[in-house]
């Protein structure tokens, strides 16, 4: 700690600049980290270290020698216990770089063969399907590729690799189905599996009203490169969850624009989007 606080200090010295650079970075990782833990099963972890590098300053300064010496030799084990502790935070934060973005430049681009492309029409075919679904309020969760493949997940449900239409994803997800129960996975514009079981998110962020559907959904993106569309059997709505985040639609129609934006280039996009916007003027 002490080695810490004096490299902070020797930043003030040499090339103002260069410090001033090498301090924004470092607040900025730092924050980044605390916004990657806050309300998360990590944030009680990081308050529990906090309260042992706090007893182990108490028992340094109060001079309880056992109480300190068992303490000391706990921290020899601290780099591995963090490790292990911090595991799914610490894949999740390595995921990040992969998609650090300002604006439209993405620093690492994809490479080759990471998400499958995806067609307007599965775009279409999507909404129209969503649309339906939540006026049936009929629950529905459909999980999309954007990055490495989902074989773990899509494994563990009924294969189907059958194109991606409205009629198919609504006989799916029908309550006398026996595949209704689980998770859908799209890979560009194909349904790969049917039924699948999703890892359950534990954030903190999430309200308590918010139920298993929507707890999976959320869950296999804080993991995985993907997006998941989750449709409220009770109450009809359209949500949607990326990077660990949930966000509630007021309709379909901000579904399509926030599957063209993640799914599709804006350059593809827009001039369908154009033409789908003057038709329904002229309606």
């Given at each position: 700690?002490t ?10 010295n040499g090339?103002?600049?260069?410090n001033?650079?090498d ?5 900025y ?8 833990v806050r309300?998360?099963r990590?944030m009680r972890?990081?308050?529990g270290?906090a309260?042992?590098?706090?007893v ?11 109480l ?15 490790v ?7 894949r ?12 439209k430049?993405?620093?690492i681009?994809?490479?080759a ?8 029409q599965?775009v279409?075919e ?11 309020k ?19 449900g009924v ?8 009629p198919l ?5 029908y309550?006398?189905n026996p595949l ?9 514009d194909?349904?790969?599996?049917a039924?699948c079981r999703l ?15 929507h707890r999976a ?5 804080e ?6 569309i ?17 966000r ?10 926030f599957?063209?934006?993640?799914l599709r ?9 154009r033409?789908?916007?003057k ?5």
């Open positions: 700690m080695e810490f606080f004096s490299r902070w200090l020797d930043a003030f090339d103002p600049i260069r001033a650079i301090i924004l970075i470092v607040t990782v730092l924050y980044r980290l605390f916004m990657l309300g998360s990590a972890i990081v308050l270290i309260i042992f590098v706090l182990l300053a108490l028992s340094n300064a109060l001079e309880l020698r056992t300190g010496w068992l303490l000391d030799k706990a921290t020899i084990l601290g780099p591995v216990a963090l292990i502790l911090f595991l799914p935070e610490l999740q934060a390595i995921e990040g770089f992969g998609r650090l973005r300002v604006g430049l993405q620093f681009p994809k490479f063969g990471m998400g499958m492309p995806t067609e307007a599965t279409e999507l909404v129209a399907a969503v649309a339906e679904l939540a006026a049936e009929t629950g529905a969760l459909i999980v999309i590729e954007r990055g490495a493949p989902l074989e773990e997940i899509a494994n563990n294969i189907v690799n059958a194109k991606v239409s409205a994803l609504g006989s799916i997800f309550e006398g209704h129960d689980g998770a859908v996975i799209v890979r560009g194909v349904i790969i599996s039924a890892p359950l998110s534990d954030s903190n962020r999430l309200s308590q009203n918010v139920h298993m559907r959904g959320v869950g296999v993106t993991q995985l490169d993907c997006i998941s989750i449709v409220s059997e009770e109450r009809g709505s359209i949500s949607y969850a990326k990077e660990g985040r949930l509630k639609l007021s309709n379909h129609h901000e579904l399509r624009d599957l063209n934006r993640e280039s804006d350059e593809e996009s827009a001039p369908k989007e033409i789908r916007r038709r329904g003027e002229v309606k």
